[in-house]
């Protein structure tokens, strides 16, 4: 039985206040918005690293943005994240955090590699053993009109409407929404106001989007090149990470209107704490998670499929929203799996016929192409072929590649098995199947490891939300408490991004500790006619209309 431990007021001792001490932080989650608070507390506020704690449920931070494995079992990403070049605070963040060889920082390694690497596809859609090469967008006049009506109506007046509700049949048979569904994950029963979000937000690349033009990538994965640079930064200023601890709950103090943070409880090897917290104390708690419960299967094996109660975000914003309005609507997110799950797969490849099989078909060397989405898939599959090596320490002769597939419960179509029930290995022979490589199948599959993952709650940021459903950065009345992460509300920036996290990050701990700074704008280039002359020339395939010319005159 475990044992409570309760502490007296910690800014009184029998009574009597004690003298005033240097604020404290604690954050709730171990995940790239926790890690970007920390460093804009150090960087911006001055604070002491020694005064930080990041505290997390599981045995390795980064959240989301992971990377494991080895060549002898395979690596493993659950997910990728694209960048671009108006992710202004996620650029900002990391100008200030040196790469692990200390050689530059991080933002001008990306900067770097990305004019070294430039993505252009050259194989944006894959069919019948045949690229695709710019594929022709294919919208009616009326899925134009619908998408420009979109583009400016009221987030309010959308409401918890999906996308599906706005558009007709016919447009979720168009080549723009297979290429748009599949890199950023949307699906037809999503939140009409993320679709129109994105739309809005990126604007500027939609000139481009056939060929993934302006995509921007990390020189290694997400983990080796943004976390543990991040993480080593943390680390060398003695902030504190409490790792294998999950936050239970918040208590809390309401007087005259204003809530105040006055302990953390914490389960930790089966004991229960509690954290006492000042009133001057800081605390950062990230809501919900997109990762929770993600389940690994092997190339002989299929992973589990879990739920809200397999780990403790979910359970933590439940227990702290309960009576408080003010601190979102997490059943909005957390209760339809069957909504927001989808399988990612990680392939290491010890034979590089096959990276020289897709190159010849594709017409792109690794790194260069990005997404190849098969449109005959019943799973609507895609993959990803990184330039290699993709892993820091990763042996000259191996490879490692990603994929995903958004529509896991349909029967494959050269497995005939949904994807959610397959191994890692049939996986592989579906992903050969669309790529018409037959004679090479069965030694490409003796030499690879394909690890399959299971993401219950991967897009549940995009399920159809009303206004309050996402509480705001710093809730109403709240004198020490912040929400960050993907399920906070930050007005025209769009989830399931590294951007939205770090941006959350960085108001949250503006505001809280009374810095009188903001985070950069976000970027609005669908106020630029010249963004909205190419956008609207790209929509038409090419065309210009006389919408276009009265935006652009000649």
């Not at 990538?217 to 080796?224: A, K, L």
Request: net charge negative; proline share 6%.
């Amino acid at each position: 039985m475990t044992e409570l431990n309760r502490a007296a007021n910690p800014d009184t001792a029998g009574g009597v206040p004690l003298p005033k001490r240097e604020s404290r932080a604690f954050l709730v989650g171990g995940g790239i918005a926790s890690l970007a608070a920390a460093a804009f507390m150090i960087r911006d506020g001055d604070m002491r690293g020694s005064d930080i704690t990041i505290i997390d449920e599981g045995h390795v931070i980064g959240g989301a943005l992971d990377g494991a494995g080895s060549p002898e079992n395979g690596y493993v990403l659950r997910g990728g994240r694209m960048l671009e070049s108006k992710y202004l605070c996620t650029f900002d963040l990391f100008a200030s955090i040196p790469t692990l060889d200390a050689q530059s920082t991080v933002t001008q390694e990306i900067l770097d590699w990305n004019e070294t690497i430039k993505t252009s596809s050259k194989s944006r859609l894959f069919e019948d053993g045949h690229r695709q090469v710019a594929p022709a967008f294919g919208l009616s006049e009326q899925h134009i009109l619908t998408i420009e009506r979109l583009a400016i109506e009221p987030e309010l007046l959308l409401g918890r409407t999906s996308i599906a509700d706005q558009f007709d049949p016919a447009f979720f048979d168009t080549n723009f929404w297979l290429m748009w569904c599949t890199t950023f994950a949307f699906q037809p029963w999503h939140s009409a106001v993320e679709f129109k979000r994105y739309l809005v937000r990126f604007s500027h690349m939609v000139e481009g989007f056939s060929r993934l033009s302006g995509i921007m990538r990390t020189r290694y994965n997400q983990y080796d090149s943004l976390v543990r640079p991040l993480h080593k930064w943390l680390a060398e200023r003695d902030v504190h990470f409490r790792l294998d601890t999950r936050v239970t709950d918040l208590t809390m103090s309401d007087v005259d209107g204003e809530m105040t943070v006055r302990g953390i409880r914490t389960v930790e090897g089966g004991t229960t704490t509690e954290i006492p917290v000042a009133a001057h104390d800081n605390i950062f708690v990230t809501l919900g998670s997109m990762t929770e419960g993600s389940q690994l299967g092997s190339m002989d094996s299929v992973p589990r499929l879990l739920g809200k109660n397999d780990g403790g975000a979910w359970a933590l914003w439940e227990k702290i929203a309960a009576d408080r309005p003010h601190f979102g609507n997490p059943s909005a997110f957390d209760g339809h799996v069957d909504q927001s799950k989808w399988v990612s797969f990680t392939t290491t490849l010890h034979d590089a016929g096959f990276l020289a099989l897709v190159r010849d078909a594709t017409g792109n060397v690794p790194g260069e192409g990005g997404l190849i989405t098969f449109p005959k898939s019943a799973w609507l599959a895609s993959i990803v072929i990184p330039y290699q090596p993709h892993f820091v320490g990763q042996p000259d002769d191996v490879a490692v590649f990603w994929g995903y597939g958004l529509s896991v419960e349909a029967l494959g179509d050269f497995v005939r098995k949904p994807m959610s029930a397959c191994t890692g290995r049939e996986i592989m022979t579906e992903i050969l199947g669309h790529l018409g490589i037959v004679a090479e199948a069965d030694e490409i599959l003796g030499s690879s490891t394909c690890i399959p993952c299971m993401m219950p709650f991967i897009t549940s940021q995009f399920l159809p939300r009303a206004k309050g459903d996402r509480p705001q950065v710093v809730p109403q009345g709240s004198t020490n408490l912040a929400f960050i992460g993907q399920y906070c509300e930050l007005p025209d920036d769009v989830v399931f991004t590294v951007e939205y996290s770090v941006r959350s990050a960085q108001a949250a701990v503006y505001q809280l500790l009374g810095l009188h700074r903001t985070p950069p704008p976000v970027y609005k280039g669908a106020f630029d006619p010249r963004i909205l002359y190419k956008a609207y020339r790209a929509l038409h395939d090419g065309e210009a209309g006389p919408a276009a010319a009265i935006l652009h005159p000649a």
